[in-house]
């Protein structure tokens, strides 16, 4: 048995269930776009830390991390340092 718009998105209405199935097709548009942007961000966080040890550098500038920390928590509060945090750990690779 299939389920219906309604079912699926836990609306009461079918008025609210198409709002939810839009909304929601949005959000996977934007999901697939910010999962591009982080792909984009780890390549380009290879190449500094390439450079950077190449030139007898440490791979890690934890100055700079302190500050993507800062601008993420100034963005979107404290949530936002967790985000971050994440992100930083993706793109550090492997240590």
Known sequence: MTATAAEKTGARTVEAADVITGARERIDSLD???IGLI???MAVS???QQARIRSGGRRVNLSREMEILGHYRDA???PG???AMTLLEL???KI
């Open 81 to 83: 340092t967790a985000l």
């Open 39 to 41: 792909q984009e961000r």
């Open 91 to 93: 793109c550090r690779g």
């Open 32 to 34: 697939d776009r910010i």
């Open 76 to 78: 979107l509060g404290k």
């Open 46 to 48: 290879a190449v500094i």
